[in-house]
């Protein structure tokens, strides 16, 4: 008998994997196929399956078929085939997998972030419509895109060969046309769509990553221009569940095309992938929340091992996570033939003016002068009016006396409220003076458009942060309130930009606030105009010359620098345990014996808190050593959660299910 032939009696079975969250369901179990199912069982199928520890039917894939081994073992069947339409291609599942494992979670939990629910109208109308026509770069856009890569010299080449490398994105705009009007759009997209159309034309296809639906609409935005918004599948967040399935099925058709969308859209299923490219991956909407909590910057580096293709990771800023990378040589810095960078002044104040003036004479009077000729941008800390509250008399934060929050004040003479729990703090009272008076701390958005509205009257002000959305402004003189991140585009940039409250951000608890700070000013510089002048205020030190010099990957390296010795990520990777002292005690444990080289001071806590908080331990361990340590934690979750399911099974106190957690690369360490 060959090897292809089927043994005699020997029946075919499918390995299934179920959609569970329980972690000790994290693998593959084998079902015999019934004659009935044998022509719609096929990889990468939905199907429902029986689990008999739980005594009902659960949905899963099929994973792979084979033949049933010579040991004597029960098999249940499949139950159904869900739908004949493989949803889960074998790439995908080995991306899951691969990611699962370096993040010590479940393949199952990745699986739900990359595959959408089902959505059977949209799949019907999908089987009956032809296959999608394949797309054409004509050759006025590949002309056009061959100049927009030719500004960093061997990104066409890297591109090409499957390359990785690090981009400084220009700081400046761009003008595109979008349909039948022209718009400005930051350079980066012009960047990204032009290494698509180059993918595109070779016949591979391309992933590209954005944080949040602005990005997303300029990005779209540079891809019309260059005539190729149909080649577009979107994936993001705004999107209904019938769109978003009908936009998955049509990536899944053996055609090139090119994917746009947010964070889960590293994971999407091309065909032929080409090209993955990240923009500002700092930015925290990139970080998964979900378990495993995996970054999208780390899928990408795993997808890019796996499919051999290019991968592009662009920003204003250098984050550490990708400086350390360069510097081991896994990445390749690619600089711009020429550097350009915008024209940064640090404010101070002068001699004679009080230093609690938010806005100095010389950003003053430059504000002044642009708006003479167009909009000027005032980038702020926090929205709102007054976002914090203190006793007038003791100067002691004002709390909420029902859940300890920090008080706040819509508008001048409001009645504070609680930033927390919303309930207003009526006949509020200080418990450290019996004060009954409070002051503004600090000012948002709306207090400091309210006091420059003042000070530049017959001016328009615009306010954007969270609660005022805006994407664009025109070219008219205008004062722009913004908060971090929430800055719209200026019709041919702003002729001055002023960052405000840079010395309250520098003081958050947070190991990555520099590099935070250094992103959301170099991000807003690069809205200003040519030779508009960029005023940092009140601002010294190591973070204030990367911006004024425009050397954010210097200032990335430094602070490895400084990180290395102290052992904070990302010069290692650092685990984060949760759960009971037993729980966490025994993972811990597991750890130690899996890396017995483990430095004594690898460890932080266990630390347990007052009340019903769960103990809680921090890990740090070196990259080589992240297979075991993680492959150690994963077993410790499983255990942990067999011991759960025994124990209630035995008749004991109820327990909740699944009390340990494991989330590894943590990026700021806390315990």
């Not at 921090?618 to 011991?643: H, I, S």
Request: hydrophobic content about 45%.
């Amino acid at each position: 008998m060959s090897a292809g032939e089927r043994a005699p009696g020997a029946r075919r079975i499918a390995r299934v994997l179920v959609d569970s969250p329980l972690p000790q369901l994290d693998r593959l179990f084998d079902y015999t196929i019934p004659e009935h199912l044998a022509a719609s069982a096929n990889p990468g199928v939905r199907v429902r399956v029986p689990l008999r520890t739980a005594g009902r039917v659960i949905d899963g894939y099929i994973v792979e078929l084979g033949e049933e081994d010579a040991a004597d073992r029960p098999l249940s069947e499949l139950d159904a085939v869900v739908s004949p339409v493989p949803v889960l291609p074998a790439h995908l599942y080995r991306l899951a997998r691969r990611v699962a494992d370096r993040a010590a979670g479940s393949a199952g939990d990745v699986l739900r972030l990359a595959v959408p629910k089902r959505m059977v109208r949209v799949e019907k109308a999908w089987q009956a419509s032809e296959p999608p026509p394949a797309p054409v770069v004509g050759s006025a856009s590949r002309n056009i895109a061959h100049r927009a890569l030719a500004e960093f010299p061997g990104l066409s080449a890297a591109i090409a060969g499957g390359g990785r490398v690090a981009v400084d994105a220009p700081p400046r705009l761009a003008r595109v046309v979008d349909g039948d009007a022209p718009r400005d759009v930051g350079s980066w997209a012009v960047l990204f769509a032009a290494a698509a159309a180059e993918t595109l034309a070779g016949g591979r296809s391309a992933v590209l990553v954005v944080p949040d639906y602005r990005d997303q609409d300029q990005l779209e935005a540079a891809l019309a221009a260059l005539g190729l918004i149909d080649a577009v599948v979107r994936n993001d967040a705004r999107q209904s569940g019938p769109e978003r399935y009908a936009g998955y099925l049509r990536v899944l058709s053996p055609v090139p095309c090119i994917v746009v969308g947010n964070r889960s859209a590293v994971y999407a299923p091309v065909h032929d992938p080409g090209l993955i490219a990240l923009w500002d991956d700092g930015d925290p909407l990139l970080a998964e929340p979900l378990s495993p909590g995996v970054h999208a910057r780390d899928a990408a580096l795993v997808r890019q091992e796996l499919d051999g293709c290019a991968l592009v990771i662009a920003g204003h800023t250098r984050t550490t996570d990708v400086e350390r990378l360069v510097g081991v040589g896994w990445m390749h810095d690619l600089p711009a033939a020429r550097r350009a960078s915008p024209r940064v002044v640090l404010s101070a104040t002068r001699e004679g003016e009080s230093r609690g003036s938010r806005v100095p004479s010389a950003a003053f009077a430059a504000a002044r002068l642009a708006l003479e000729s167009g909009p000027v941008l005032v980038q702020v800390a926090r929205p709102g009016f007054a976002p914090s509250l203190v006793c007038a008399d003791c100067r002691r934060p004002a709390r909420c006396r029902h859940c300890g929050g920090p008080l706040r004040a819509r508008r001048q003479g409001a009645v504070p409220e609680c930033g927390w729990c919303g309930r207003a703090a009526t006949g509020w009272t200080c418990p450290h003076c019996a004060s009954e008076r409070v002051r503004m701390a600090s000012s948002g958005s709306e207090r400091t458009a309210d006091e420059l509205g003042r000070a530049f009257p017959h001016t328009r002000v615009i306010v954007a942060d969270g609660d005022h959305p805006v994407a664009t402004v025109d070219g008219r003189p205008a004062l722009v309130i913004a908060t971090r991140g929430a800055e719209p585009i200026a019709t041919g940039g702003y002729r001055a930009v002023l960052l405000l409250d840079g010395d309250r951000m520098l003081m958050a608890d947070d190991l990555r606030i520099g590099e935070s700070c250094l992103r959301w000013w170099s991000n807003a510089a690069a809205l200003a105009a040519p030779g508009a002048p960029v005023h940092l205020v009140g601002v010294a030190g190591p973070v204030a010359r990367a911006l004024a010099t425009w050397t954010q990957p210097a200032y990335a390296r430094s602070e490895l620098a400084e990180r290395a010795p102290l052992r904070m990520p990302p010069t290692v990777r650092v685990a984060a345990v949760e759960g009971t002292v037993r729980e966490v005690d025994a993972a811990l444990a597991a750890v130690r014996a899996a890396l017995p080289d483990l430095d004594p001071d690898a460890v932080l806590g266990p630390l347990t808190p007052p009340g019903d908080a769960p103990t809680r331990a921090l890990v740090r361990f070196d990259y080589p050593q992240g297979r075991a340590a993680t492959e150690a934690l994963r077993a410790a979750v499983v255990a942990a959660a067999l011991r759960t399911r025994r124990r209630a099974k035995g008749g004991g106190p109820p327990m909740p299910r699944n009390t340990l957690k494991v989330r590894v690369d943590v990026p700021d360490p806390d315990l």
